[in-house]
């Protein structure tokens, strides 16, 4: 990424010097422009590589030429050659260089130049500078316990049993005693186990990386399914352990953010006393001060859509994060820190997608104050910003509703009434309710493993990650990306409305006068709203009839019988009660979409029943052990499964 930024600095200047034909002939030459070729020349005489001769004699009359590309010999080397003391190592230094140049082509009255060269030559470098992009480090938190096990195991501090099976208090006790202390556990060199290894080998490059060129493309430290407070503190010993902590008066620093992500619907409950007891360690509150450079403290936070939804349901899902996110805002307001959420939103509506400033309006009051961050992934990157066009549109629309939420929560009083609170929770619980039992009762994993197409899913390399998340082969290991894509492919669309129909139908039949309320608040209330018309944007893409023919895979009559008439009863349930709520049918108020929807479907149909046969008779292949003939088939089902995600334009 480092080498990539300075390619684009380095055609930055060879096109300024193209612009620059100056000449010494017709201009008197500034002094600062003589003074910065010979700085520039006396640092290269000292590399041996640099044709410094050929540079100079070639642009001799044109002394902005010459200088230019005495800058570009400097970037050149910290491409080529980054331990030269010559070359640029930090991008402060080469914008220096910049300025001077700048000001004596003003001297000499070329402010044209200036504008229309320099000006965006400033601003690339400003926003790429020497580094291209922040890269985060992200692993699982019991991979981490692995690999603190392991360094424990190692240096002899277990007297027998695991690290792992230790009490929070237990857990808790050791994690502040060792972070009272600078040393590590092992000399360098020394092994302690492949998870040790791999996080501390990680860990080490980022050290490597600082120590060279300071902070600059490092990112955060995100601890995927954080559990508790016990988890962001063994990253703190593991950097430690990797050379990657600095030590003060005060004690130990961590110079980068440890970032929590709270995925599940437990996560995201505890996330507030989770965060609270973070700020509260002083190694947080002395590594906050110490990033924040002598600004107010920001403490960033991972929320993330997909799992939550696939633990508990759209409804609870949304409601889950929307409660998270403005108790944690709370939490971190209270200690004098600013919040950054980062969004880790999907392609899908059963993994936090959807328009992107109906999102930012549905935030919660208060947990936005200044900055973000938020997830793009799999085909919406192409479908945004593949085209200029399309990218100037979508990008200017994030920072627009970015802006104006903005300036919404710092300016005036949240708008949200708060008796809708209860009704939330109770919409919630009912869904999560209905989700659950639907994935819980018996025989679930043999009709979802026959009517969609996830086994061929795990047997191809589409994604980022594996599948699995440790490989077993259990629901809860499965990844929330081939969990939604699997939905997705067999048109159930399920994780985009399950659950939804059941909670909404009961507050209707149960408690008339509040469900009435609800219906009234829909159209003040951004949250409700955009929770509602994600649901229904997943229904009507989800098409009965599919359904039923990829249910026809389930081998068991009863099975696929049970299971199919619970998802065909609750989804005309969603449906009717959807159009209940927003008084018309979503063809009468979204026609566009509707017409949209409309005109792909006979073309969809041919796909989905060639992936249909394809998945039958690679099955019937599997079960005979015909190993070579089903994998021979393996492609065949991969191209399917692209050609109806580009069709659909959506993946999970």
Known sequence: MRKNALRVQRRGLEALAFHLPLSSLFQIMPPQLTELIATLTAQLQTEPGVDLANILERNKEEPWRAAVYLMRAKVVLAIEKPSSPVAYVQPEELHADIDVLAQTLLDVGSKAIVEEQIVPLRRNLTAFGFHSALLDVRQNSAFHEKALDQLLRAAGLLDGGSFIDWSIEKKRELLDRELASPRPFLSPGISAGPEADTVLDCYRVLADHRAKFGNAGLGSLIISMTRCVEDMLVVFILAREAGLMTWSDEGLICPLPVVPLFETMGDLESGPGIVEAFLSHPVAKRSLLTQSKGGTPVFQMMVGYSDSNKDCGIVASQCALHRAQRELSTTIHRHGVRPIFFHGRGGTVGRGAGPTHWFMEALPHGSL????????????????????????????????????????????????????????DKLAADSRDAYRAFLHAPDFMKFYRQATPIDALENSRIGSRPARRTGQASLDDLRAIPWVFSWTQSRFYLPGWFGAGSALTKLKNEDPKSYAALAAAIPGSAFLRYVLTNIESSLVSANTDLMRAYADLVEETAVRDRFLNTILTEYEATRSIIDDLFQGTFEGRRPRLAYTLNIREEPLKVLHDQQIALLREWRSLVAAEKTEAADAMVTDLLISINAIASGLRTTG
């Open 369 to 424: 104050s200044g900055g973000m961050r938020m997830t793009e992934q799999g085909e919406t990157i192409a479908q945004k910003y593949a085209h200029i066009g399309s990218a100037v549109y979508n990008a200017e629309l994030l920072m627009a509703s970015a802006t104006a939420a903005t300036a919404r929560h710092r300016c005036t009083e949240s708008s949200a009434p708060p008796e809708l609170e209860p009704l939330f």
